[in-house]
Structures are given as structure tokens and as C-alpha cells.
């Protein structure tokens, strides 16, 4: 363990449900040292997570959420940057990455693509994944921009970006909020890591997105369907929280018999039935 990176993760609701459990202890099991950030009482922690108080990284009884979804990726996408910026040895990670292989020691950068364009050779950074050293352009690119709430992203898309100025200019600037999704996540770590050249560390997507979010259920079907879509080099698979709401639609809460998932629940020893997920359950908690 001593020669493996620590990796840090955030929850904010109630009980951790079989997905998260398996994920954190899918990190455990390598070796790493594994905390699990909260605000309050969390149950279901599997045992060797070290459970800190997120205030410690960014106090606040206040949790920033997507207008539509409610969501609190938003204040997550927040607190992942304060995080590794407060302890450079850290790698953020989210509670729907499950780890297939340990992270080596000494990646000063740690992140990839999600998306890879054949076109122009470049594609979207996922920040599931994330560390960048203190004094990285990018990270303290990323501290400033997220410090206003009412942001004008220049680097977004024109089509994007008129609205945005419009109600700015009439005097109604539209909040980070209703804004697209992932403009303090994905398209903002991906925007900062291009403007500061920083992108060339980002690893491919069979690193840490061998399965696209659109490919997501694959995870509930035979294990080789997602085994064909790992190579030698892949370190982590983005399990996609959404996931959770087709187990609790269409499986009473919990994966199928002998599909992907269930067969990584029973490698780590995890019990879904006894942490299940139902309807309600996921929203306003972090994806």
C-alpha cells in the first residue's frame, strides 16, 4: 500500500448503495488507500475506507445543483479541484470508477479522454479521474473559473456561448446552473488541459472509458461483452451511476444473475441485496 498513491472520492446523500461499496472497495482490494469525503453521516461504507469530513477540503452547507436534474455533480465537479489541490499526492476518483489495475506512483498528471475524435485527433477529458499537481496552469485555471457562479466560457461552442452573453448583456446572467452539462467537468477540464498544453498527458480511452456512457448497459450482460472492450493497459472502468436507475426499473434493484457487474460483486465479496437501489434513491445523489 505504501507504494501506491492514496485516492479520494465524494459522497453526498444518504447510504451508499452496492455500486459505490463495490467501486471503493474495488480500491481497497489493490492496495491503495482509500478515503471517502462526506458531509454527514454516511452508513454502508465498506470496511477500510477512511471515512474525512469534506469540510476539511471546502466547508459548506451549501451544494450547488443542476437546475433540470438536480444534481449535485456540479458542487462534486467543485470539490474534486479543491481537493487535489490541497494534497498533490491524492487521485480524485468518482464513486462509480471501479479499479481493474492499481495507479503506479509518480503520474504528476492523471486523467483521459472519454471521447476521442478520428477527425481532429483530440476528443473530451473525463475528470472522474483526476489529479494535476498544485501548480499546475490548468488546475488553478480551473479554481478561478469555478469562483464565479455566473461565468461568460469563452471556450464554449458559439452556438453555446451567444445565449449565455445575450442575458448577460440584458442584465440577467445565467447561473452556472443552466448551464450545459458538465461546464465545471468535462468541458471545462478539457477546455483549461487544451488552452495550457496540458492535455498531452491524457491517457486513451481504454485507460480509464473503455465503455462508453452510451455502451453503459453492457455492464448488466454477460462479462465478455466488457471484457472485449479492455486491454493490458486499462487501470479503471467508469461503471456510470445512471446505472443504478435501469437496476431499479428492470432488476428490483440490483444486477442480474451472471452479468458483468454481478460477477465483480461476488470477486469483492458484496452483497447488493442488502444495499439495493430503488427509484428515488438516485436523484440529488452524486453521478
Known amino acids: 500500500m505504501a507504494d501506491l498513491p492514496p485516492v479520494g472520492a465524494l459522497w453526498i446523500g444518504g447510504s451508499l448503495?452496492?455500486?459505490?461499496?463495490l467501486c471503493l472497495k474495488s480500491f481497497i482490494d489493490q492496495g491503495h488507500q482509500t478515503i471517502l469525503y462526506t458531509y454527514g453521516?454516511?452508513?454502508?461504507?465498506?470496511?477500510?475506507v477512511e471515512v474525512r469530513d469534506a469540510n476539511a477540503v471546502l466547508p459548506t452547507d451549501r451544494f450547488i445543483t443542476h437546475e433540470k436534474s438536480g444534481s449535485v455533480a456540479l458542487f462534486s465537479d467543485l470539490f474534486r479541484f479543491h481537493m487535489i489541490a490541497k494534497d498533490p499526492d491524492i487521485i480524485y476518483v468518482d464513486t462509480d470508477v471501479y479499479s481493474v489495475r492499481p495507479f503506479p506512483r509518480g503520474e504528476s498528471h492523471v486523467?483521459?479522454?472519454e471521447t476521442r475524435s478520428s477527425e481532429k485527433?483530440?476528443?473530451?477529458?473525463?475528470?472522474?479521474i483526476l489529479r494535476m499537481p498544485c501548480e499546475s496552469p490548468a488546475l488553478q485555471g480551473l479554481l478561478e473559473f469555478t469562483r464565479d457562479e455566473y461565468p461568460i466560457p469563452e471556450w464554449l461552442p458559439r452556438k453555446r456561448?451567444?445565449?449565455?452573453?445575450?442575458?448577460?448583456?440584458a442584465g440577467n446572467p445565467m447561473h452556472?446552473?443552466?448551464?450545459?452539462?458538465?461546464?465545471?467537468?468535462?468541458?471545462?477540464?478539457?477546455?483549461?488541459?487544451?488552452?495550457?498544453?496540458?492535455n498531452k498527458y491524457a491517457r486513451s480511452t481504454d485507460v480509464y472509458?473503455?465503455?462508453?456512457?452510451?455502451?453503459?448497459?453492457?455492464?448488466?450482460?454477460?462479462?465478455?461483452?466488457?471484457?472485449?472492450?479492455?486491454?493490458?493497459?486499462?487501470?479503471?472502468?467508469?461503471?456510470w451511476a445512471p446505472i443504478k436507475r435501469f437496476c431499479a426499473f428492470m432488476y428490483d434493484g440490483i444486477p442480474p444473475e451472471n452479468s458483468y457487474l454481478d460477477l465483480l460483486l461476488k470477486k469483492h465479496d458484496i452483497d447488493p441485496r442488502?444495499?439495493?437501489?430503488?427509484?428515488?434513491?438516485?436523484?440529488?445523489?452524486?453521478?
Not at 448503495?17 to 461499496?21: I, N, V
Not at 456561448?161 to 448583456?169: C, H, Q
Request: charged fraction near 25%.
Open 161 to 169: 456561448l451567444v445565449g449565455i452573453k445575450e442575458r448577460a448583456a
Open 176 to 198: 452556472v446552473s443552466e448551464m450545459p452539462w458538465g461546464i465545471w467537468g468535462p468541458l471545462g477540464v478539457t477546455a483549461f488541459l487544451r488552452q495550457t498544453g496540458e
Open 17 to 21: 448503495t452496492w455500486l459505490e461499496q
Open 121 to 128: 485527433g483530440e476528443g473530451q477529458i473525463n475528470g472522474a
Open 111 to 113: 486523467f483521459g479522454y
Open 209 to 239: 472509458y473503455p465503455v462508453h456512457f452510451a455502451d453503459r448497459r453492457i455492464f448488466l450482460k454477460r462479462p465478455m461483452l466488457t471484457r472485449n472492450h479492455l486491454t493490458e493497459d486499462t487501470r479503471c472502468i467508469h461503471l
Open 274 to 287: 442488502e444495499s439495493p437501489t430503488i427509484a428515488q434513491h438516485d436523484r440529488g445523489i452524486l453521478e
Open 41 to 48: 453521516e454516511v452508513k454502508g461504507i465498506p470496511e477500510g
